[in-house]
Structures are given as C-alpha cells and as structure tokens.
C-alpha cells in the first residue's frame, strides 16, 4: 500500500461480496493490545478490502485507532477501512464523513456521573494491588473506561497486570461492587483489554455499531449487509465483545491474537 497517499478503492456497492462486512475489534484481534498494527495485518486487510466492506469497532476513541491503525499505516484510519466506529460507534464514520453520535454523560447526566466516578475513585484508593499508575477513569463520548492500575501502566506492567487479575480477580469484584452499587441505572460493566473495563448504557455495547448499518441500508442507494463477520478476542461472557459476537444478525468469530485473525480471514476468503 501506498504510504504518500490515502488508499483508494472500489465503491461498496461495486464489490465482489457487495452484501458482506467484516467487523473487527481492535486490542487483541487487530493488533496486540495498546501496539500498532503489523505491516502483514495492513496487508491482508487491504486484500480483504478489495472483496467485501471492512470496518472496526473499537471501546477506544478514535486517537487511540489512529496511532495503532492509521498511523503505521502512513494514512488517516477513517480512509484506511469503510466504516470505522470508536467507542463502541457512538462515534462513527463511514467513507471517510461523521456519521450521526450519541454521548454518555447527556444519557447518565451530571449528578449521577459524579456519583459513579467518586464512588470508582474511592474504590481505586483502597485496593490493594501491586502497583498503581495514573489515569483510573477516562471519559470518553460513550462511555467510562476504569483502570484498577491505571492507563499509563507501561506495556510490560499491564502485561504483569493482566496475569495477576487471572488470579486476583480485581476487575471481577470491582465490577461486582459497581453493580450492587449502581444496579438501577440501567449500565452494563465489560471487562476488555488487559488493565481495564468499560461502563455503558445497557445497548451501548458493540452492537451499536449495528444501528449505522441498519441506517445506512434504509439511505437511497444504501446496501444492506446480509452477512457481518465479527472478529474479537473477549467474546466470552462479561468480555467486551460478548454481545455483538452472539448478535443474531452476526457470525462471530474468536481469535487468539492478531496472527490467528489473519489466519482465519485468509482461509474464509481465500486471500
């Protein structure tokens, strides 16, 4: 792929497998988690591009996408696939333009925003773990990213992290207490990546993403996609890809990395 200049490509409804999306979460199916995408990953996603619509779906926001996507890319992420949806698709576009978004804290409102952050930073305060970094809760458009060790944990500690909540259990109870806490609020509580875990309007999940598929079908001209393949590496129960990877209206599939995702689009498309 050309590096100079944003790649182009055959109008959607003039593909092969016109009717077909592929869905990719990022952190862990993509690339590893927080990195950039490999030069073999670009590759086949450019491949793959030139056969059906290809689009990500991602809890992060849109900054963090470029610089693991777009940027060893050498173009803007939102040229680089179809559709692109940031956080979870309450921020979205398609072909490159804004498509309409959604915000958490107008859904929640002020008080009971403040209410949860207080409560999620007075129970950081009084974990006992290892180490502690910076940055315990994000806010992001759709949702609150909550980090028991913190967002700036380096490559190699949230490595050391994710191995010592495999027995620990931090995310896990910290989750449990949120939910007894703040039950009747209609949020859900997905554990992701490898440090944290994300609260969101119940329907806020990756399944989203979904309503800009279903809207852009109902548009003149507009395709709708028969077949969506959804790729992730958290599909089971409480993971952050649980819901869209059993929507009824998706195939989902479960990757081991960003290698194994290769693998298994390679052989579904015969790349």
């Known amino acids: 792929m050309d590096a100079a200049a944003p790649p182009t490509f055959t109008p959607l409804e003039d593909r092969p497998l016109k009717d077909t999306i592929c869905l990719f979460d990022v952190d862990g199916t993509l690339t ?5 995408a490999s030069p073999e990953m670009l590759s086949m996603l450019n491949a793959l591009r030139k056969k059906c619509a290809i689009g990500f779906v991602g809890g992060s ?5 470029e610089e693991q996507l777009g940027k060893p890319a050498g173009v ?6 179809d559709f692109c949806f ?3 698709g309450l921020t979205a576009y398609k072909l490159g333009q804004a498509l309409p978004s959604n915000s958490f804290i107008g859904w929640l409102g002020e008080d009971r925003y403040k209410e949860l952050v207080n409560f999620c930073l007075r129970y950081v305060a009084d974990l006992d773990i ?13 949702m609150v990213n909550i980090s028991p060790v913190g967002r700036n944990a380096s490559v190699q500690e949230r490595i050391d992290f994710e191995a ?12 449990a207490a949120l939910k007894d806490r703040f039950g009747d609020l209609g949020l859900i509580f997905a554990i ?10 119940e329907g806020w999940d990756k399944t989203y993403c979904l309503r800009h598929l279903d809207a852009e079908a109902k548009k003149p001209g507009g395709i709708e996609y028969k077949t969506i393949h959804f790729f992730g590496d958290k599909t089971f129960e409480g ?6 990877y059993n929507h009824p209206a998706t195939t989902g599939h479960t990757v081991k990395g960003p290698d194994d995702t290769m693998r298994i689009v390679k052989e579904l498309f015969d790349l």
């Open 239 to 244: 993971g952050n890809d649980w819901e869209i």
């Open 164 to 175: 010592y909540d495999k027995t620990a259990k931090v995310r896990d109870k910290f989750v």
């Open 61 to 65: 926001d849109l900054l963090k996408q």
């Open 86 to 88: 940031s956080e979870n």
């Open 192 to 201: 992701g990546g490898q440090i944290s875990f994300d609260v969101f309007p």
């Open 130 to 142: 290892p180490i502690k970094r910076g940055t315990f809760v994000e806010f992001r458009n759709g």
């Open 32 to 36: 590893p988690a927080r990195l950039a």
């Open 76 to 81: 803007p992420v939102v040229s680089l696939f």
